[in-house]
Nanobody, 122 residues
Framework: QVQLVESGGGLVQAGGSLRLSCTAS????????LGWFLQAPGREREFVAAIDWSGGSTNYADSVKGRFTISRDNAKNTVYLQMSSLKPEDTAVYYC???????????????WGQGTQVTVSS
């Protein structure tokens, strides 16, 4: 089992930046890929970005390419999502997830954090 705890959400103005953190514990996070997903009210959870823990390979949704960057710090067992040029449509609860590879399907990630709210004002 892997425990995931997100932090860093908050309220920002459009065009601003925010960095989310996800710290893993329990079973070695290096056995998994880590992904970020978002869920807005009335919508299904959708893929944002993912990273292979050990190799560092990344994958992004088209909507965030060039604006968001996923990275990891092995010493801290932490994965980050650096969000820049934020738009009101980025407003959602952001979840950290762990799975066996850096795919884009939520069902492929069996372990999830509690989520952190990101609100982008106009």
């Amino acid at each position: 089992q892997v425990q995931l705890v997100e932090s860093g959400g908050g309220l920002v103005q459009a065009g601003g930046s925010l960095r989310l953190s996800c710290t893993a514990s329990g079973r070695s996070p290096r056995s998994y890929c880590l992904g970020w997903f978002l869920q807005a009210p009335g919508r299904e959870r959708e893929f944002v970005a993912a990273i292979d823990w050990s190799g560092g390979s990344t994958n992004y949704a088209d909507s965030v390419k060039g604006r968001f960057t996923i990275s990891r710090d092995n010493a801290k067992n932490t994965v980050y999502l650096q969000m820049s040029s934020l738009k009101p449509e980025d407003t959602a609860v952001y979840y950290c997830a762990a799975g066996t590879y850096s795919g884009s399907l939520a069902v492929g990630y069996p372990y999830w954090g509690q989520g952190t709210q990101v609100t982008v004002s106009s």
